[in-house]
């Protein structure tokens, strides 16, 4: 039987993966413009890394030469919990509650590549997952997995904004998808309304340097910055705001990856753990975890920025 995109995305679902779009590989003109642009206003902050090769990330025949077609996936990754709200404790992000994405979703990539292999065993690939220079919510958009919203996630017609997103690059000619969603943000401001930053400049576009998310995950600075300090409103690790007011997210599914549970329950963190952790209990901690990204040093920065920024204010 010829390897299909019905028969693609068949096999996907097999391996837990929600949604896929399928487009061909070409490049991203006008994306690569608004990127570049993005670069050059400074929004990407202290990322030195987004600006290496720009060219790469918007054309996949330099990424993976050969590459005809780009299988773009998304997982869902919503789990029926909620923040706690006390004053002792720092929030996760949901994303980062469960064990690493880019492990989990790795892991499916690979083996839907193995099944596919099953039906033509010469197919090359690449599987793209957030750390390989490649513009995935560009992708997403063209191959029709959702909208990119005001607060620039990518926002699905079924699941919301709680989805990942990953792609795989493949030598072959396959059957393409050309529904684009159209963007159903209408006059709706509620992301750019509710950031306690400010970090969403306009419609569709973040400065980094201003995002709680970038502040305590990428920041490598000893101290937190004050502006952002005053208002991380119990943020420890990355920030949900603006995916909680999204109207979108009324959509919201549980998902069926048991990876994506909190660990241990927890949805927040003790501040007073964090503030006394030891390095070898930290690496066994968040072993698999999203949230070594930010490293202890970076974690315990977070605890005490939130400890001096939070009513009744605590000394860490």
């Known amino acids: 039987?010829?390897?299909?995109?019905?028969?693609?995305?068949?096999?996907?679902?097999?391996?837990?993966?929600?949604?896929?779009?399928?487009?061909?590989?070409?490049?991203?003109?006008?994306?690569?413009?608004?990127?570049?642009?993005?670069?050059?206003?400074?929004?990407?902050?202290?990322?030195?890394?987004?600006?290496?090769?720009?060219?790469?990330?918007?054309?996949?025949?330099?990424?993976?030469?050969?590459?005809?077609?780009?299988?773009?996936?998304?997982?869902?990754?919503?789990?029926?919990?909620?923040?706690?709200?006390?004053?002792?404790?720092?929030?996760?992000?949901?994303?980062?509650?469960?064990?690493?994405?880019?492990?989990?979703?790795?892991?499916?990539?690979?083996?839907?590549?193995?099944?596919?292999?099953?039906?033509?065993?010469?197919?090359?690939?690449?599987?793209?997952?957030?750390?390989?220079?490649?513009?995935?919510?560009?992708?997403?958009?063209?191959?029709?997995?959702?909208?990119l919203g005001k607060s620039s996630n990518v926002i699905t017609m079924d699941l919301g904004s709680w989805v990942f997103l990953g792609a795989m690059l493949v030598d072959a000619d396959l059957e393409y998808d050309d529904d684009v969603v159209a963007d159903h943000c209408g006059s709706c401001t509620a992301c750019i309304d509710a950031c306690p930053t400010g970090a969403i400049t306009e419609p569709y576009v973040v400065d980094a340097a201003k995002c709680i998310s970038y502040a305590t995950i990428e920041l490598r600075d000893e101290e937190m910055p004050q502006p952002i300090a005053e208002h991380l409103e119990g943020w420890i690790y990355g920030c949900d705001i603006c995916q909680d007011v999204c109207p979108w997210n009324r959509f919201e599914k549980p998902t069926t990856e048991a990876r994506f549970e909190p660990r241990e329950r927890e949805t927040s963190v003790s501040l007073e753990a964090i503030a006394n952790i030891e390095h070898e209990d930290y690496v066994v901690r968040f072993r698999k975890s999203a949230i070594k990204r930010a490293k202890l040093s970076g974690l315990k920065r977070n605890a005490r920025a939130v400890a001096t920024n939070t009513t009744p204010r605590q000394t860490l």
């Open 1 to 147: 039987m010829d390897l299909t995109s019905q028969k693609i995305k068949a096999l996907a679902l097999q391996c837990g993966i929600d949604r896929v779009g399928i487009v061909r590989a070409e490049k991203l003109s006008a994306e690569e413009g608004r990127f570049r642009k993005w670069l050059a206003d400074g929004f990407q902050a202290s990322m030195a890394w987004m600006e290496r090769e720009p060219e790469k990330r918007a054309d996949p025949q330099i990424l993976f030469p050969g590459a005809r077609s780009v299988i773009v996936a998304a997982l869902n990754y919503y789990t029926p919990h909620t923040h706690e709200h006390d004053p002792s404790k720092g929030k996760i992000s949901r994303y980062a509650w469960g064990d690493d994405y880019h492990d989990v979703f790795r892991e499916k990539l690979k083996d839907l590549v193995e099944k596919m292999r099953e039906i033509s065993p010469d197919i090359q690939t690449k599987i793209c997952v957030d750390t390989t220079p490649f513009m995935d919510k560009a992708w997403a958009v063209r191959a029709g997995i959702g909208w």
